[in-house]
């Protein structure tokens, strides 16, 4: 019987032991994908105590709190940050099997050399301990960056953000390096009425113009396009449903626009012809550019309107959704490659009956140009834990070329959640150690050691080109 979290933890061989602690633990992370917040990396924020990296804004938490029985004014509500913190405590022992009791043990460890199990007896220590580290110069944000060997973080930023920090952080003399995300869905949903029309004079204001037609649209897209690129910007992110692949003509898509400008009601073919228009201009956007282009796909989102009219959007009431993606993803990438279009993409799923749809839609645009030019992402959401993870690496490995794969992100909006990259790489060893002893692959040291290094971070930094 092995200890909780040791060494050795997720590694059930010698040779998954062998390839995590002699070759994965060592790559520096390229965090290709997150939500941390620009302005808290740019100001190096100091936190007061564990609960705000931790409890604010983590909607993985709120889920499990509020499935435990713990009332709203502890996880969103006015409560104070240690009474939080106790009832997340209380929550922790009831996560077991649940990812959010590795992550938590993982990140306590990690980062403050704790190696007790958070539970209501041990909290109060726990909280006042890390506390306490946090006021140190080296528990800041760049610091607590520095800690875990990061290289790169994008964030995810919308086309009418200033990158006001992102500008601040070039000339700063942080360690790793920060570059926005593109995340245009705003333009895109056309479906939330007076919202689309108030983002749509917000985008104009930036623009310094009133945008009346679709074409003027397009115009002021372009403009804020060259804007992030010259700021570092070199990948586009979509939250979308499902992939939009529906015939339209551009006097349909003026119309469609016009009356979604003036929240006025549309049907659901208008909303698909918008989108399957709009996706389409950013994508060519992104292929001029030679941008990274990433699709988020399968959020059912805002499920409970009641809490959503008193929380709003992102705390903790989204669900896995079931659209079926096969048909329209391969009519959207295939227009793209038509028009030789098509930028690097990645896919990401979050149902998972569709990693072997994905698996194979990958191959049908690899073009030979780049190895793994056409990605399939890792577990994303619901599915970034170790079932899910397990099952998409062998997804990717049966049906792809899991060496070509760009490996992990965090997906995050704490910066204590960069342990998830030590999760990935300790299963991604594990089953390659597993197969290993099964004799169904080589017990060749240096080939699986220089694919799991690629794997873990070669492979993101020849596919994203940073400039590191």
């Known amino acids: 019987m092995k200890p909780f979290l040791n060494e050795d933890f997720l590694l059930e061989t010698p040779t998954a032991a062998l390839l995590y602690h002699n070759y994965a633990a060592k790559m520096p992370i390229i965090d290709y994908h997150s939500h941390l917040i620009p302005e808290q990396i740019a100001g190096n924020k100091a936190f007061d105590n564990l609960t705000q990296p931790w409890l604010y804004g983590d909607h993985y938490k709120w889920r499990a709190m509020r499935t435990n029985g713990v009332d709203e004014y502890f996880c969103t509500g006015a409560a104070t940050d240690e009474e939080k913190f106790l009832k997340w405590a209380e929550t922790v022992p009831h996560t077991i099997r649940n990812p959010l009791y590795h992550w938590t043990h993982l990140e306590l460890q990690r980062y403050f050399g704790v190696n007790r199990l958070l539970n209501p ?24 960056v520095k800690k875990m060997n990061v290289e790169v973080i994008c964030t995810t930023d919308d086309p009418i953000d200033s990158l006001e920090f992102h500008l601040d952080l070039q000339s700063s003399n942080a360690t790793f390096r920060v570059f926005p995300t593109w995340r245009p869905d705003n333009a895109v949903n056309i479906e939330k009425g007076a919202g689309f029309s108030q983002y749509i ?37 979509h939250g979308l449903e499902t992939f939009y692949a529906t015939d339209y003509t551009l006097a349909e898509i003026e119309a469609i626009f016009a009356k979604g400008v003036k929240n006025e009601p549309l049907s659901e073919i208008e909303m698909s012809k918008y989108k399957s228009a709009v996706l389409y201009d950013l994508a060519v956007m992104d292929a001029r550019k030679g941008w990274i282009q990433q699709f988020h796909v399968g959020a059912l989102r805002n499920n409970n309107t009641r809490l959503l009219s008193s929380l709003g959007p992102d705390t903790g009431f ?118 290993v002893e099964k004799g169904l692959i080589p017990n060749d040291e240096a080939l699986l050691g220089e694919m799991v290094e690629n794997i873990c971070y070669g492979n993101a930094k020849q596919y994203f080109g940073f400039d590191v």
């Open 318 to 435: 989204d669900s896995i959704g079931d659209w079926l993606v096969a048909q329209q993803c391969a009519r959207f990438l295939d227009r793209l490659d038509a028009d030789n279009m098509l930028a690097k993409t990645i896919l990401y799923n979050l149902n998972p009956s569709q990693n072997e749809v994905l698996a194979t839609m990958i191959g049908n645009f690899q073009d030979g140009s780049v190895p793994g030019k056409i990605q399939f992402g890792s577990g994303w959401w619901f599915l970034d834990q170790k079932d899910g993870m397990e099952r998409q690496i062998n997804a990717l490995s049966s049906l792809g070329l899991l060496s070509r794969f760009v490996g992990m992100l965090t997906d995050s909006r704490s910066f204590l959640s960069f342990p998830r990259h030590e999760y990935f790489r300790r299963l991604l060893c594990n089953v390659l150690g597993n197969d």
């Open 121 to 144: 007896q041990s909290a109060g220590e726990i909280y006042h301990q890390t506390a306490g580290m946090l006021k140190q110069e080296e528990y800041r944000v760049h610091g607590l």
């Open 201 to 237: 004079k917000k985008l104009g204001a930036v623009c310094n113009v009133e945008i009346s037609t679709y074409r003027m649209l397009l115009e002021a897209l372009a403009v804020r396009h060259d804007f992030f690129h010259q700021v570092g910007c070199r990948l586009s992110d």
